[in-house]
């Protein structure tokens, strides 16, 4: 089956540094792509969202890219700060859309060292 | 504060027990999820409910059962449980189940089978 992947699964970076976690899916019917965040001991928290018909979509601190044609998405988090220190994955839905569809990645554990 | 309200946070519980997973949603959502979350492995959907109907069920062991009385609460009665169960259990709401709005994920219940 179709399956989202992360690259790495940890990222060390030094507070203040800018960090990219990088996602590749499989699914070429992908259409929509979702970052979520989880700190220890708590659920995932909606970062960041984007359609296909886009390849850049920015937030506070964070861009989220898409590379449709090699299948990549990454997030980056500008400045980051030790409150980033969580796991970041990846999640996708094809066209046809809803909240059942969609497939999560496994995650990349980001450590921000002081 | 997610939106989304589980309880109990933690549950130790022998496998001849019978407990209950409580979630409750103040989103206003119409749609409503139970995950699986083990040690890395991706997010496991488990159950879907979309206006108080159940609209899926990802061949999940009958020793699950999900229970929606309004599109507020949703719960997870457990009996017969096994070691390998042990997880923890995410409850997610959306906006609608069709089309492309992101789930908002309680904190979760972390099930300890013993």
């Known amino acids: 089956g179709e399956s989202v992947g992360l690259h790495l699964p940890t990222l060390s970076v030094q507070e203040g540094d800018n960090s990219i976690i990088n996602c590749a899916y499989s699914?070429?019917?992908?259409?929509?792509f979702i970052w979520y965040k989880q700190e220890s001991g708590k659920g995932p928290q909606f970062i960041i969202d984007i359609r296909s018909n886009m390849d850049k979509r920015q937030g506070q601190r964070v861009t989220v890219l898409l590379n449709k044609t090699v299948k990549h998405l990454s997030l980056q988090i500008a400045a980051t700060q030790p409150g980033d220190s969580a796991v970041y994955f990846c999640?996708?839905?094809?066209?046809?859309?809803?909240?059942?569809?969609?497939?999560f990645g496994t995650g990349t554990q980001l450590k921000v060292e002081l | 504060e997610t939106g989304v309200t589980q309880t109990p946070r933690h549950l130790v519980m022998g496998m001849t027990n019978k407990k209950s997973l409580k979630c409750e949603q103040h989103?206003?959502?119409?749609?409503m999820y139970w995950y699986k979350q083990s040690a890395k492995k991706p997010l496991e959907l488990m159950f879907v409910y979309s206006l108080e109907e159940r609209v899926e069920n990802n061949s999940v062991p009958s020793r699950f059962s999900p229970e929606c009385p309004n599109s507020s609460h949703l719960f997870l009665h457990l009996h017969t449980l096994q070691p390998e169960d042990s997880a923890l259990y995410l409850c997610?709401?959306?906006?609608?189940?069709?089309?492309?709005?992101?789930?908002?994920f309680g904190n979760g219940t972390r099930l300890t089978v013993t």
């Open positions: 997610a709401s959306s906006q609608v189940m069709g089309g492309n709005s992101p789930l908002h």
């Open positions: 699914n070429s019917a992908s259409d929509y």
């Open positions: 999640a996708e839905s094809p066209l046809t859309g809803g909240g059942n569809k969609l497939t």
């Open positions: 989103l206003g959502h119409n749609a």
